[in-house]
C-alpha cells in the first residue's frame, strides 16, 4: 500500500519568513495530493490540493509543488504569519479519489514565532 | 462542500464499556471513512464504510473491536467495544466526492478511563 513520509515534523519560523514541508510518497499510481492544515483541537481543513497532471499550484501565499518523477511534492507558506501555526499534514490518494482512502504523512507541526 | 455532523464531540468513558459514534452527511456519498488520531499523531484509517457491504478494515483494526454501520448513503456509525484507555483518541469520519476534497467530522475526543 501507500506510504507516505513527512518532514520536518517540527518547524519554527520568524514571521515574515517563508516555511517549506516535503513529502515523498511510494506508491506511483497516486496522483491526488491534498495538504491539510489542523488547528488544536479542530478538524483537518484542506488548505490546498494537487493532482498529478499538474507541478505547481499558488493560492496567495500557500504554494504545492510535485515531482512525479522522484514522488515528492512540497508546501510552501511565505510571508509566514502567527496564525498560519498548526499542525500542517500532507496525503496522497490514488485516482479513484472519494472510493479510495487518504494516506496521510505523520505531521509538521509549524510554529511562526512573532 | 460536505457537511458532516459527528456526535457525540466527547465523552469519558469506563473501561469496559462501548461508545458507538454516528455521522451523518448532508448529501448521499458511496464511500465513508474512519479515522483515528491518537494524541500529537498522524491520521490512521480504521475503516471505510460502502452502503449495502460490509466495512473494510485496515491492518491492525478488526470488526470485533470496531464494529461499524451503514444503514444508508448519509449515515454511519463506529462502535468502539469493550474500551481500555489506550482507546483514548481522537475518531474522526470523513466523506470523499469525486475528484473533490475529503471533508470532516469535527471529532470524537474519547477518553477512556
Known amino acids: 500500500g501507500e506510504n507516505v513520509e513527512q518532514h520536518p515534523s517540527t518547524l519554527s519560523v520568524q514571521e515574515g519568513d517563508s516555511a517549506v514541508i516535503k513529502c515523498t510518497y511510494s506508491d506511483s499510481a497516486s496522483n491526488y495530493f491534498p495538504w491539510y492544515k489542523q488547528e488544536l483541537g479542530k478538524r483537518p481543513q484542506l488548505i490546498i490540493d494537487?493532482?498529478?497532471?499538474?507541478g505547481e499550484k499558488k493560492d496567495q501565499r500557500i504554494a504545492v509543488t510535485l515531482n512525479k518523477t522522484a514522488k515528492h511534492f512540497s508546501l510552501h507558506i511565505t510571508e509566514t504569519q502567527p496564525e498560519d501555526s498548526a499542525v500542517y499534514f500532507c496525503?496522497?490518494?490514488?485516482?479513484?479519489?472519494?472510493?479510495?482512502?487518504?494516506?496521510f504523512g505523520t505531521g509538521t507541526r509549524l510554529t511562526i514565532i512573532p | 462542500s460536505a457537511v458532516i455532523s459527528q456526535k457525540p464531540s466527547r465523552d469519558i468513558c469506563q473501561r469496559g464499556t462501548s461508545l458507538t459514534i454516528q455521522c451523518q452527511v448532508d448529501?448521499?456519498?458511496?464511500?465513508m471513512f474512519w479515522y483515528r488520531q491518537q494524541p500529537g499523531q498522524s491520521l490512521t484509517l480504521i475503516a471505510t464504510a460502502n452502503q449495502g457491504s460490509e466495512a473494510t478494515y485496515e491492518s491492525g483494526f478488526v470488526i470485533d473491536k470496531f464494529p461499524i454501520s451503514r444503514p444508508n448513503l448519509t449515515f454511519s456509525t463506529l462502535t468502539v467495544s469493550n474500551m481500555s484507555p489506550e482507546d483514548s483518541s481522537i475518531y474522526l469520519c470523513s466523506v470523499g466526492r469525486g475528484d473533490t476534497e475529503a471533508f470532516f467530522g469535527q471529532g470524537t475526543r474519547l477518553t477512556v478511563v
Open positions: 496525503a496522497a490518494t490514488g485516482p479513484n479519489f472519494g472510493n479510495e482512502k487518504l494516506t
Open positions: 494537487i493532482r498529478s497532471n499538474v
Open positions: 448529501s448521499q456519498v458511496t464511500m
